[in-house]
């Protein structure tokens, strides 16, 4: 078997590799290089400097296995190397003591001016009153995402004496609890920190998470930490405010753009930059790179990788059973994980049908990565669903019966909070995923990339056009409609298909019309 490895990596990890495969190291290369030399190897070592594309895993005709040493996988195109059977892997717990140490670097940094007075010192000016700093001691450290490295920040705050309030909806009282976190809302923690740092995935809902309008919201002074995803904060609108005064000052070790040497936050001398230093210590980058060559040796074995990131590798004929069950799985995650109120403490998913007589693992894998994807750094997998999810203080029950009254096969997924119960049931039909039920409500929806209005309300003569009065004048299109009522004249549910989301405000204008009970955008 050979091994390539594209990016800088510890001697350790190369010399174990070394030990069962043959190992080139070429560092540096250029896309048309990659492209050139990736079909004689089985396995493809990278960090975040080279991008596999779908090109490149196109041309790996024997390529079987992609290890990103590091966390975040954005540099490779997943769906691409799912597609052709690829196994995409990555190293999520080696780095958190080192992003963690970082992140509280930072926040020391930021609170006593360190970089700004040692640039000034070392110019020979010798200055203190301008460089009067604050304590961290009795400060309120927001925390936007309480996975590993985000409890981790949050246990050595406590240790400053700090108090810690962290926003992740889908983290249990009972495991922040633990770690001596109070829940709050996105609102309230923008509200109330001193201090925000942020430990999130970058996907399509967390880019841009940090932006005008939250940053409008944020306590006079806070100080603002991001060691997690460049992209995440909307750098112009946090420079805005830096330079308005309503935000103290940032410290930030990733950008929307790598190299950043432009970024407009380089031009404020309230602002602490680092080049992408998180992962950057010498334990950190041993340690990924065993973990990570360990992993690629088990794979060309024929063994699991602990932290695969993509579906599960299901053999063709299981897969053209399960392959559509598996989409309706991510579906229902997705959905409920944007419309539950509050962290979900358990979740009950129940297979009903022909589906039942089958093994679940794969499809209780879809269904939590679709419902923690938006919170969770990890992608979820065959291998770490249920750790992850116990990790979040989530119980998992799983329900099979071989009767189903209407359908061949149902899914249902029933998510339970300390606000209640959310009811999502789906099915396949025409060989496509489709929504079935939502609470005590039947449905039928062929979920299509896009946005979906859910509104509870009163069937009422001229309700439904009231709604389309609202829609109307915000310029939105409405492409799909379905009600389900309970009884005539009854409590109503509306599903509106749209072309682009409904604001805050025009959301406020929905909820305002007459016996309009709820109103939420879920995008699929």
């Not at 246990?155 to 829940?183: C, N």
């Not at 709050?184 to 999130?200: A, P, Q, R």
């Not at 940032?250 to 432009?262: I, K």
């Amino acid at each position: 078997m050979r091994v390539l490895v594209a990016d800088p990596i510890a001697q350790e990890g190369i010399d174990l590799l070394k030990d069962f495969t043959q190992t080139d190291v070429k560092i540096g290369m250029s896309p048309d290089e990659l492209l050139a030399v990736i079909g004689r190897y089985e396995a493809l070592i990278v960090r975040s400097e080279t991008k596999v594309t779908a090109k490149v895993i196109e041309a790996g005709k024997i390529l079987q296995v992609i290890g990103r040493a590091g966390t975040g996988v954005d540099n490779i195109d997943v769906p691409a190397a799912t597609q052709k059977g690829i196994i995409v892997l990555n190293v999520p717990t080696g780095n958190t003591m080192s992003a963690t140490e970082h992140t509280m670097a930072m926040m020391l940094a930021l609170a006593r001016h360190i970089p700004q007075a040692h640039g000034l010192l070392k110019s020979g000016i010798w200055k203190r009153a301008e460089f009067t700093g604050i304590e961290l001691r009795n400060k309120v450290l927001g925390v936007v995402g309480l996975g590993n490295i985000g409890s981790e920040v949050a246990k050595r705050a406590k240790v400053f004496q700090m108090t810690v309030i962290a926003y992740d909806p889908l983290v249990s009282p009972e495991r922040a609890g633990t770690l001596g976190v109070e829940l709050v809302s996105l609102e309230t923690l923008l509200k109330k920190s001193d201090f925000i740092t942020l430990h999130l995935p970058l996907i399509p809902e967390t880019r841009g998470f940090i932006g005008i309008k939250e940053l409008a919201m944020v306590k006079p002074g806070v100080r603002i930490i991001n060691c997690a995803r460049g992209g995440l904060i909307d750098e112009e609108g946090l420079y805005q405010a830096i330079v308005d005064g309503k935000v103290g000052g940032a410290a930030c070790d990733v950008f929307s753009v790598e190299p950043a040497n432009d970024n407009i936050l380089l031009k404020s001398d309230r602002v602490i930059v680092t080049p992408h230093l998180a992962a950057s210590t010498e334990e950190a980058q041993k340690g990924i790179a065993i973990d990570v060559a360990q992993q690629i040796i088990s794979v060309l074995k024929g063994e699991p990788a602990r932290y695969a990131v993509n579906a599960p590798l299901l053999s063709p004929e299981l897969m053209a059973v399960l392959g559509p069950h598996i989409k309706v799985s991510s579906v229902l995650g997705r959905m409920v994980a944007q419309l539950v109120e509050g962290p979900v403490s358990a979740v009950e998913i129940k297979y009903e049908g022909e589906v039942s007589g089958y093994k679940t693992e794969a499809l209780k894998a879809s269904v939590l990565g679709g419902l923690l994807q938006s919170t969770s750094e990890e992608k979820i997998n065959l291998v770490n669903a249920d750790t992850v999810a116990a990790g979040r203080g989530i119980k998992i029950t799983e329900v099979k019966s071989s009767v189903c009254e209407t359908y061949s096969s149902l899914i249902t997924l029933k998510t339970f909070t300390g606000a209640g119960e959310i009811t999502v049931a789906g099915t396949v039909l025409r060989g496509e995923p489709n929504i079935v039920r939502l609470n005590n409500y039947w449905i039928d929806i062929a979920p299509a990339e896009g946005y979906y209005l859910f509104s509870a309300h009163l069937d009422r003569p001229g309700l439904i056009g009231a709604v389309g009065n609202v829609t109307g004048k915000a310029g939105i299109n409405i492409s799909s409609m379905k009600v389900s009522r309970l009884k005539a004249r009854g409590q109503a549910l509306m599903v509106l298909g749209l072309d682009d989301a409904l604001n805050e405000e025009q959301l406020k204008e929905l909820l305002a019309v007459p016996d309009v009970y709820t109103a939420k955008v879920v995008k699929l």
